[in-house]
């Protein structure tokens, strides 16, 4: 039996409006309907719809401009994520109004490095199974992503079973496992050969790297990720706070 979740309103509410969005083919410079439509059909508060039409703002997905309406926003602008909510990779891209998707997938399984076995709390050669993507936004490449799961969680069938889109969403459904805290770790890098093919960049190009353990609710290591993403399709936001002198 799985645990039940239950999300904040607005953050279903921001979901049913991008379902809305890609439902109905609405393009860059398309409007929304006024809020009464959103407040009608799914019945919630002023309140609950600007909240969620708050967060769809700042990560890109709509402009509101007064005495117009609320305007979906240039697909050419990054992909907007804060990195204080941990998304995965196709709820960043639906976050911009877009359609996620992969390509080139590969699932092997093989014997964890002595790093790898660290992050994921595991002894040296103890087998594990790779996932490498790459992510489309629209049909257009954006990130490259290898994930790695222990195999006495993700069975070698993974391959038959697991078809695309989100990983988390599929480890939560069909693993039953939750997903709760993560850590991590950015850089920016040159991109490989490989990756740059892959993605169809320039050689040398600048990707940002992200690498991320996750761990389920008795805070065990059950996901480690490395996430290559295309410096100018994706923007990283961080919400900070001033330290309190003591």
Not at 10 to 34: F, S, W
Not at 44 to 67: D, F, H, P, Y
Not at 87 to 104: N, T
Not at 160 to 188: A, V
């Amino acid at each position: 039996m799985k645990r039940v979740k239950s999300p904040q309103l607005y953050v279903l509410v921001k979901d049913e409006i991008l379902n809305y969005i890609h439902e109905n083919d609405l393009a860059t410079g398309d409007l929304l309907p006024p809020e009464n439509h959103f407040v009608n059909r799914l019945g919630i508060s002023r309140g609950t719809l600007r909240e969620a039409m708050r967060v769809l703002e700042e990560e890109g997905v709509v402009r509101r401009k007064q005495g117009i309406g609320t305007l979906i926003c240039d697909a050419t602008n990054p992909i907007r994520s804060t990195l204080d909510i941990n998304e995965s990779v196709s709820e960043m891209i639906l976050g911009k109004g877009m359609k996620p998707g992969s390509k080139d997938t590969k699932i092997v399984k093989l014997p964890a490095g002595k790093e790898l076995a660290d992050r994921l709390n595991l002894k040296p050669g103890a087998p594990v199974i790779s996932l490498t993507r790459v992510r489309t936004a629209n049909g257009i490449p954006v990130a490259y992503t290898i994930d790695f799961l222990p195999l006495s969680i993700a069975s070698e069938g993974l391959g038959r079973t697991f078809k695309e889109g989100s990983l988390y969403k599929f480890m939560e459904e069909n693993i039953g496992i939750e997903l709760t805290n993560s850590m991590l770790q950015i850089q920016p890098v040159k991109t490989t050969k490989t990756i740059a093919q892959a993605l169809d960049i320039k050689p040398d190009s600048l990707l940002m790297l992200l690498k991320q353990t996750d761990t389920n609710t008795k805070n065990e290591p059950v996901l480690y990720s490395e996430e290559y993403f295309v410096a100018d399709r994706f923007a990283f936001i961080v919400y900070r706070r001033r330290k309190k002198n003591i």
